[in-house]
């Protein structure tokens, strides 16, 4: 069985960083693409960065040039930086990635969320 684990969550001020950090872990083959997508109250959830195997990162407008998306293939872990944190950015953030299993099989996880607040 294969687990995403994600950390780093919690309250800050408007300005402030926090950096969100995945692991997976399991029987797992190699893992393709990871992400993080966020899920506001009422709101659909969305995608906020993610980063190929090879390395090559994909932002949501929202966010350019204040979170930085990065992995470590070794440990198939992704973390994201997040700066000059908003109000609007406070949200349910997710891991996503793509496993390839042993078998070979590929199946999209999921972690259980942690929450991001950002207020005064």
């Known amino acids: 069985q294969v687990q995403l684990v994600e950390s780093g969550g919690g309250s800050v001020q408007p300005g402030g960083s926090l950096r969100l950090s995945c692991a997976a872990s399991?029987?797992?083959?190699?893992?393709?693409?990871m992400g993080w997508y966020r899920q506001a109250p009422g709101k659909e959830r969305e995608l906020v960065a993610d980063i190929s195997s090879g390395g090559s990162t994909n932002y949501a407008d929202s966010v350019k040039g204040r979170f930085t998306i990065s992995r470590d293939n070794a440990k198939n872990t992704v973390h994201l930086q997040m700066n000059s944190l908003k109000p609007e950015d406070t949200a349910v953030y997710y891991c996503?990635?793509?496993?390839?299993?042993?078998?070979?099989?590929?199946?999209?996880?999921w972690g259980q969320g942690t929450q991001v607040t950002v207020s005064s």
């Open positions: 996503k990635a793509e496993i390839i299993l042993f078998g070979p099989s590929r199946r999209q996880y």
């Open positions: 399991g029987s797992i083959f190699s893992v393709n693409a």
